[in-house]
């Protein structure tokens, strides 16, 4: 098992690409010290190890590979891309995993039953605005013990959050505040590398004080 946040983030790195990725899906992957600390965090608050994990909007499977790596008794793969959803599929069986299932479904219409954990990184909302909440209400629907969920860092996107996540009846537990860094996908990217403000949230049904 994997045994630093460190240690994790460098086997992240392993995770291949999307070719050819979709701007209307906006698909991109994760970088690695994100993905990491999202997924340390849910480790430190026991949302892993032993746990069904669901991984909504898994894309090529970063974040599932991590809750693999952390020792989650399963995890579901969920993308509507059948071509993300290969390749992590194709990464995954031969990294010898085969606590694994996957699913090609628009999150729309998906339900699942009976899930300790939802972990994601959704589509920003930048091209259609407030699809990350979208992502967020159908998570909080599955009735899981917890979400841990990237979203585009702003003060007004928080406040969203935080009103979607008490009207479902949960709680931040804990918002972290980091830079995420993405290489030039699009055309329309002038930058190599793109730096922006995200906000990673701990969301459970703890009823403890909002940190």
């Known amino acids: ?15 291949p690409y999307l070719i050819s990725p979709s701007i ?5 992957l994760c970088d690695s010290s994100v993905a990491s600390e999202l997924l340390w965090m849910a480790h430190m608050y026991e ?9 909504l909007g898994c894309g090529t499977g970063r974040l599932s590979y991590g809750a693999l790596l952390l020792g989650a008794k399963d995890v579901i793969c969920v ?10 599929k194709v990464f995954l069986v031969s990294e010898g995993f085969n606590n694994i299932h996957f699913v090609n479904a628009d999150v729309n219409f998906l339900d ?12 920003f909302g930048v ?3 407030g ?3 979208v992502f967020l209400k159908k998570a909080l629907e599955f009735k899981p013990k917890a979400v841990y969920t990237i979203h585009k860092y702003n003060p007004e996107s928080h406040i969203l959050i935080y009103r979607t996540v008490q009207n479902e ?15 030039a996908v699009y055309p329309k990217h002038r930058k190599r590398i793109h730096r922006f403000k995200v906000s990673m949230y701990a969301i459970s049904r703890y009823r403890g004080i909002y940190v």
């Open 112 to 123: 699942i039953k009976n899930i300790d954990t939802v972990v994601m990184n959704p589509p």
């Open 127 to 129: 091209y259609k605005k």
């Open 24 to 28: 209307a899906l906006e698909q991109y």
């Open 47 to 55: 949302g892993i190890v032993g746990k069904s994990v669901v991984d």
């Open 169 to 183: 009846g949960y709680t931040i537990r804990n918002m972290l505040v980091r830079f995420m860094s993405i290489g």
């Open 131 to 133: 699809l990350d909440i």
């Open 79 to 88: 993308d509507i891309d059948v071509k993300a959803l290969n390749v992590a």
């Open 1 to 15: 098992m994997v045994r630093s946040r460190k240690e994790l983030e460098i086997l992240l790195s392993k995770v």
